[in-house]
């Protein structure tokens, strides 16, 4: 049962252009999330979160968009960097409990 | 300074034996979490510990078990390994009221032959 979807398991992206990564959920009640950032042989470090209560967050070059109707969120990263080639995991959690991750989204940024 | 560390990075070992994982936090954080990423990719939460008392436990066989002497480290041992059991598994820690904003460890791979 997965809670949490992220449905590209890979995009590529010119440099200096938009990267926009989605995740979709299917759990109403999931009122935070956050995106996660993961080089290889390291663990995830935190990126950037979205309260339920807002539709947008924004910080430097990352902007998280929340569509609650939809149950949709997406990762905007302007302009994308080569250093930005990571995996980015979509995770949510209802009231600060456990986070639910979804599979993660390979990008690589050519330049 | 390393925030969340494990050891070992990498562990090979035969069905069947026990082994430990470590991981240690210099963070000052109050809960710390273990997860098993498996071949699919996705990050599943295990365990989590609160001041050393264990607050999520997650549908995971009794063969692992985690204990944690203090707020600094939480350890996972695992008995009786199975080839299923081949993953990465990650710690992590949270700051008290913070607890969706996790800080992870580099990761052990687990692999079992």
């Known amino acids: 049962d997965q809670q949490v979807k992220q449905n590209s398991p890979s995009l590529s992206v010119q440099e200096g252009r938009i990267s926009i990564l989605n995740c979709d959920y299917t759990?109403?009640?999931?009122?935070?999330f956050l995106w996660y950032k993961k080089y290889p042989a390291e663990g995830p470090t935190f990126l950037i979160s979205?309260?339920?209560?807002?539709d947008k967050n924004e910080d430097g070059r990352f902007t998280v968009f929340l569509n609650k109707s939809a149950k949709h969120l997406s990762l905007h990263i302007v302009p994308s960097q080569p250093g930005d080639s990571a995996v980015y995991f979509c995770?949510?959690?209802?009231?600060?409990?456990?986070?639910?991750f979804g599979a993660g989204t390979i990008l690589r940024v050519k330049s | 300074d390393t925030a969340v560390s494990q050891t070992p990075k990498y562990l090979v070992t035969q069905m069947g034996n026990d082994k430990s994982i470590k991981c240690e936090q210099n963070?000052?954080?109050?809960?710390m979490y273990w997860y098993k990423q498996d071949s699919k990719k996705f990050l599943k939460i295990m365990f989590s510990?609160?001041?050393?008392?264990?607050?999520i436990n997650e549908t995971v066989p009794n063969r692992f078990s985690p204990k944690s002497p203090d707020k600094a480290h939480l350890n996972l041992h695992i008995n009786s390994l199975e080839l299923g059991d081949s993953a990465v598994y990650f710690c992590?820690?949270?700051?008290?009221?913070?607890?969706?904003?996790?800080?992870f460890g580099p990761g052990t791979r687990l692999l079992v032959l």
């Open positions: 992590a820690s949270s700051r008290p009221g913070q607890k969706v904003t996790q800080y």
């Open positions: 759990n109403s009640m999931f009122d935070y």
């Open positions: 979205i309260s339920s209560i807002k």
């Open positions: 995770a949510a959690s209802r009231y600060g409990n456990k986070l639910v």
């Open positions: 963070l000052g954080h109050d809960t």
């Open positions: 510990y609160n001041n050393k008392e264990l607050i």
